[in-house]
Each structure stands twice: as structure tokens, then as C-alpha cells.
């Protein structure tokens, strides 16, 4: 009889033991070919268009960015039917980019019903808003009926939730609200390198501030190129997208048109801001690192020069460049405002850096680790020679004459340069 029920036992064990198992079989075999089947909808190369830069500008033509199937964060990224399914992903989305989201409502609320204005680019308007801990926030708003906003929208949220760095302006919420899509990104007190550059005020950046300026912009670039995994190339490095805080340290703000490093560029249109974009892109439509340096080289020029590349910095460049054999006369395009307030020394080195930034054939322009240590030995020359008389400042009257000189010679180049493309 006890042998029986121990029989018994044993059979039943058994029969429950191969139950499950076969149950596990079936639900592997499900679960795979599930996940099959999500990957043959996947397209093999999907793309996403990406937008051009700049309101009058920018240089714009359609784009897309190669995404693997294998990164989670890419998938999201996936064009589908030529539409961005924002309501298939968005909770994937929000769950990926570790970035707190805030719903419309909470805006309207710290933004005070969209009141103060910080300024308006490509993107939308951007408003100041005071979030409920009481931080100071900057909020850009995409407009409702940008199609490539959205595209920028995504590739900033997605690109900053893993870059984050001291020099890099950072994102801290958004909002995906229906139809809204905001970035909420870090306060920055003192606005954008280029209205402190090109403003007529008495206020005006001093040579010290202006070093640190281009150190920080160099650390944060070289956190792109040599310490994101992988590395990104920014491709709107410009002087209104370096943003600068309380204490005017300087960071790098505006990835909507970033790119990782694998991307390939060949099969993008152009993208940038006239006269920071590299001609060597311009002409193979390849975008590298050292396209990112070449605009880096012109927003050196633009602190040395406080001239607009948009307004004939390039020629001002040349011109000095023709002075001496090849060798740029910097002092001849100095700032008016730093002569007498700069150190010479200091000036020609960064200039000799910014024009080797410019060459022409992209590999013999400088790596951004190599900028950021010659950028460095600068400052450390100032901090330690700044105790000495600036050679500047002794023919202060006569440099200020040469660049007024300077100044009349580019205004007759330019409209002798206009009357000839009239004619043409
Ligand atoms: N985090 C921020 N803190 C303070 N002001 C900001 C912040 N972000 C942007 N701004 C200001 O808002 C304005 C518009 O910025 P936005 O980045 O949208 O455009 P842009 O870079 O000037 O132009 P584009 O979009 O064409 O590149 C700028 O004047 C900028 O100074």
C-alpha cells in the first residue's frame, strides 16, 4: 500500500516536472519568435532627417543618421513610415533618457504663462521659468509645426542624457505634452557669447575672461571628441551657442544637429551656420572632427577680433595674414576695446592657434586635446606674466591707429568686392 502511494507520488512529480518543462519550451519558443518577427518589421537602415541651423543663415538640405537595431536608444530613433511615432514611444523614450519630463501644466506654471522672453532661435522662442524647487530654468519651445524640430528635439534629449560635463549646457527636463515638445535645460545667467561679443554696451569682456572663455569651450568640445563613448561631433559650434553662467564660465549648448562619430556624413545634406562651416565639408559633404575644430578656430578669431564672421572676419583674417609672409600681424586685428588691456604675447598665440585651426587640409589642423593644453600653457602665461607691463599697452595710440587703418583698407575691399559682383 505505501509503496503504492510512494508510486503514485513519484508519477505525479514527474508528470508536474515535465509539464513545466514543456511549458518553458513553449514560452522560449514564443518569446523568440516574437522577437523575430518585431525585428523583420524594423527597417534594415532606418533614417532620421535632421534639420539645418540658423534662421537667415543656416544652410539646409535633408540629412539622416544611420541607427542599429541593436541599441535600444537608437530604435527610438527609428523612422517609421516617415513619421516619428511619438505615441508608440514615448514612455520607452522617457524611461531612456533618465531625464525627468514635466507635463504641460508644470510649464505654464514656471514659465508664469509663457512671460519672459530670453530670446528666439531657429528652434522656437526660449522663456526663463522658475521650477518648484525654485532653480532659475531656461525652456525652449518648439513651434507646434516644426517637422524638423522635432528631429532635433529628440536627438538633444537623447544625446544629453548621456553627455554630461561641466562645459556642456545641461539639459534638465522636457516636455511631451500632445503636440508640445519643450527642452528645459540649466540657467545660464549671462546669456550667449555672441550678443556679449557684438553688443554696443560699455560692458565689454576682458582679455582674462575672454582666455577663460576659450579654455572652457575647448573642454567642453574635447569631451565630445575624446571622452563621449562614442565620440560626438557637434557640427554648430558658433559663438550665440556658447552660453555662459554667473561667474562667465563658458559652456558648449545646442546638439539638435550632434552627431556620434559613426555617423556617416556622406549621406547627410549640409548643415552648420554661414561662416563657420568648414569648406572642406562644404565641398566633400563630409563632416569630421576637425570640422568641428574649424569653427572652433573661428570662434577664437571672433574673441581676439569681436568681429562677426558673418561680416567679413574671414577677410580681416587675410588681410592680416598677407602683412608678414604667410605669418599673421595679429596686433593688427585685436579688439579695439582689449588694445591696452591685452598682452600682445598672449593675443599672437592664440591667433597662431586659431589660424592653424583654419587650414585648409583638415588633418593638419590641430587635434582638441592639443588646442586644449596649448590653450592652457596661454592662460598659465597670463596668470604668471601678468605682473608685467603688457607690451600693447606702450603703442596703444599707434595700434589703435593701424586698425583704424586696417578698417578703411577691408571697407574698400568689400564694396570694391560688391561693385564687382554688381557687374557680374
Ligand atoms: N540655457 C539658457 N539660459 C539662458 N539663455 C538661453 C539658454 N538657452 C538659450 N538661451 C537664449 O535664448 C536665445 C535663443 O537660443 P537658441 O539656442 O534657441 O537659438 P540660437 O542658438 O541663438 O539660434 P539657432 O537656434 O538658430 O542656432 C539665445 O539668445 C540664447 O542666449
Known amino acids: 500500500m505505501v509503496s ?54 543656416s544652410i539646409d538640405s535633408s540629412a539622416s543618421i544611420s541607427v542599429s537595431d541593436a541599441n535600444p536608444s537608437k530604435q527610438i530613433m527609428a523612422k517609421r513610415n516617415g513619421q516619428w511615432n511619438v505615441h508608440q514611444n514615448k514612455d520607452l523614450f522617457a524611461s531612456l533618457s533618465g531625464i525627468p519630463r514635466y507635463s504641460y501644466k508644470d510649464i505654464q506654471k514656471a514659465t508664469q504663462n509663457f512671460t519672459t522672453v530670453l530670446g528666439q532661435g531657429s528652434f522656437g522662442p526660449v522663456y526663463k521659468a522658475t521650477m518648484p524647487a525654485g532653480e532659475l530654468v531656461a525652456v525652449k519651445v518648439l513651434a507646434s509645426d516644426s517637422n524638423q524640430g522635432e528631429k532635433e528635439f529628440q536627438t538633444e534629449v537623447l544625446l544629453l542624457s548621456r553627455l554630461h560635463h561641466r562645459n556642456l549646457v545641461n539639459l534638465v527636463g522636457y516636455c511631451i505634452d500632445k503636440s508640445q515638445r519643450m527642452l528645459i535645460y540649466e540657467f545660464m545667467t549671462n546669456g550667449n557669447l555672441a550678443s556679449l561679443l557684438y553688443s554696443d554696451g560699455p560692458r565689454f569682456l576682458s582679455w582674462e575672461q575672454r582666455l577663460h572663455i576659450a579654455y572652457d569651450v575647448s573642454h567642453g568640445i574635447e569631451y565630445l571628441h575624446e571622452g563621449a563613448i562614442p565620440p560626438v561631433i557637434h557640427r554648430d559650434l558658433k559663438s550665440a551657442n556658447i552660453l555662459l553662467d554667473k561667474s562667465m564660465r563658458a559652456k558648449v549648448a545646442d546638439f539638435g544637429l550632434s552627431k556620434e562619430e559613426t555617423f556617416d556624413g556622406r549621406k547627410s545634406g549640409l548643415k552648420g551656420t554661414y561662416g563657420y562651416m568648414d569648406p572642406d565639408y562644404m565641398s566633400t559633404n563630409k563632416f569630421t572632427k576637425k570640422s568641428d575644430i574649424y569653427s572652433f578656430g573661428v570662434i577664437l578669431f571672433e574673441l581676439i577680433t569681436a568681429i562677426n564672421p558673418q561680416q567679413g572676419l574671414m577677410d580681416y583674417i587675410n588681410l592680416a595674414v598677407i602683412g608678414e609672409d604667410g605669418k599673421g600681424d595679429w596686433e593688427e586685428i585685436v579688439d579695439k576695446k582689449l588694445v591696452g588691456r591685452s598682452n600682445a604675447e598672449e593675443v599672437r598665440l592664440l591667433a597662431d592657434l586659431a589660424y592653424k585651426c583654419l587650414h585648409k587640409i583638415p588633418r593638419k589642423r590641430p587635434s582638441i586635446t592639443d588646442l586644449t593644453q596649448a590653450i592652457a600653457r596661454i592662460r598659465q602665461h597670463h596668470f604668471t606674466k601678468n605682473d608685467t607691463l603688457p607690451p600693447s599697452v606702450s603703442d596703444a595710440p599707434g595700434v589703435l591707429r593701424r586698425i583704424e587703418n586696417q578698417q578703411v583698407e577691408l571697407s574698400n575691399m568689400t564694396s570694391l568686392r560688391s561693385n564687382l559682383s554688381l557687374k557680374v
Open 4 to 57: 503504492q502511494t510512494y508510486k503514485i507520488v513519484i508519477g505525479v512529480s514527474v508528470g508536474i516536472a515535465i509539464g513545466i518543462l514543456i511549458g518553458c519550451g513553449a514560452l522560449i519558443v514564443i518569446r523568440l519568435y516574437k522577437k523575430r518577427q518585431f525585428r523583420s518589421r524594423e527597417p534594415s537602415s532606418p533614417t532620421l532627417p535632421i534639420r539645418a541651423n540658423g534662421i537667415n543663415t
